[in-house]
Each structure stands twice: as structure tokens, then as C-alpha cells.
């Protein structure tokens, strides 16, 4: 079994930046494709980004392409995803998730085994 906790969510104005990490634990021998999701009030939870086991292969959804970067640091079993230039429309519970090894799939929940609790992210105008 594997454990996701998240940190570094807060209150951000609009144009600013912030880093939400990922601390997997318990079974931290095995190698997993890491994924950030956020959910926004009244509506599904979204794909955001995501990162490859080796940290070569970076994934994001359209509408945070050039403003979000994915990374992760396998000595410490944490991913983190940075956020700059932050819209309003950013604002959202943002989620940690993991699925052990390879996948062909990575855009949907359904594509992930292991989630995090969540860390609030409000980005005000």
C-alpha cells in the first residue's frame, strides 16, 4: 500500500506563483508514474500533469502548458508541481496521484491507483 500526502496549497493573488508537493510513503521500493488532478467546485475532477517514473516525460493539459511545471525527486519520494503566472480559474483542490508502473493511459482518474487527500489552491483577483 501506498500513501500520497500533499503540501504547499494556500491563498495566491492572480499573477503569482506557488509549489504544491507530493510525499509518497510505505511501499517507496516500487517505481510509480506520478499524476496532478485538480477539482474545482461543481465540476469534475481534471487532468493537470503528469511525470514518468524517470522524470523524462512531462505531460500537461492545455490549459496550464507554459505556466506549470512537473518534477519529481525519486531520493526523497516526492513529486512537485510549481505554478506560475496563477489565474482565478486555477483555484481548485489539487490532487496527488499514483499508479504503479507503466501505463499507456495517464489523462483520466480511472488511470491512477493511489490519491492523496488534496491541498486547496485559491488564486484571487
Known amino acids: 500500500q501506498v500513501q500520497l500526502v500533499e503540501s504547499g496549497g494556500g491563498l495566491v493573488q492572480a499573477g503569482g506563483s506557488l509549489r504544491v508537493s507530493c510525499v509518497a510513503s510505505?511501499?517507496?521500493?516500487?517505481?510509480?508514474?506520478m499524476g496532478w488532478f485538480r477539482q474545482a467546485p461543481g465540476k469534475e475532477r481534471e487532468f493537470v500533469s503528469a511525470?514518468?517514473?524517470?522524470?523524462?516525460?512531462?505531460y500537461y493539459a492545455e490549459s496550464v502548458k507554459g505556466r506549470f511545471s512537473i518534477s519529481r525527486d525519486n531520493t526523497k519520494n516526492t513529486v512537485y508541481l510549481q505554478m506560475s503566472s496563477l489565474k482565478p480559474e486555477d483555484t481548485a483542490v489539487y490532487y496527488c496521484?499514483?499508479?504503479?508502473?507503466?501505463?499507456?493511459?495517464?489523462?483520466?482518474?480511472?488511470?491512477?491507483?493511489?490519491w492523496g487527500q488534496g491541498t486547496q489552491v485559491t488564486v484571487s483577483s
Open positions: 510505505g511501499r517507496t521500493f516500487m517505481d510509480y508514474f
Open positions: 496521484a499514483a499508479r504503479r508502473g507503466a501505463v499507456n493511459y495517464y489523462r483520466t482518474v480511472n488511470d491512477y491507483d493511489y
Open positions: 511525470i514518468s517514473w524517470s522524470g523524462r516525460n512531462l
